[in-house]
């Protein structure tokens, strides 16, 4: 059973930095794509950050410069390191991770996300 769990979220003061892990379990993989999403209260998920194997990164606009996003490929562990938060951070963050779980004969799709976790960015 794949499990992708997420932990690091917080009360944070605007201004401050928060670091988000993301971990997947469960099998052994050959991870393509990882990347954070969030929702905002209200609003739809949006994409964050995504590191893509042989491609590199990619942001959303109004995160670039404050949040960098990394991976870990022996722990199949990915990390948003996020500064400079502002209010409007505040949301569910959410990871997102794909490729192939090769411990399955034939190696079957990988496609998770985990459960959340919530960002408050607030004085």
């Known amino acids: 059973q794949v499990q992708v769990v997420e932990s690091g979220g917080g009360l944070v003061q605007p201004g401050g930095s928060l670091r988000l892990s993301c971990a997947v379990s469960?099998?052994?993989?050959?991870?393509?794509?990882m990347a954070w999403y969030r929702q905002p209260p209200g609003k739809q998920r949006e994409l964050v950050a995504s590191?893509?194997?042989?491609?590199?990164?990619n942001y959303a606009p109004s995160v670039k410069g404050r949040f960098t996003i990394s991976r870990e490929n022996a722990k199949n562990t990915v990390y948003l390191q996020m500064d400079s938060l502002k209010p409007e951070d505040t949301a569910v963050y959410y990871c997102?991770?794909?490729?192939?779980?090769?411990?399955?004969?034939?190696?079957?799709?990988?496609?998770?996300w985990g459960q959340g976790t919530q960002v408050t960015v607030s004085s």
């Open positions: 997102n991770v794909r490729g192939a779980i090769t411990s399955l004969s034939p190696a079957h799709e990988l496609d998770s």
């Open positions: 590191v893509t194997s042989g491609i590199g990164t």
């Open positions: 469960g099998g052994t993989f050959n991870i393509q794509f």
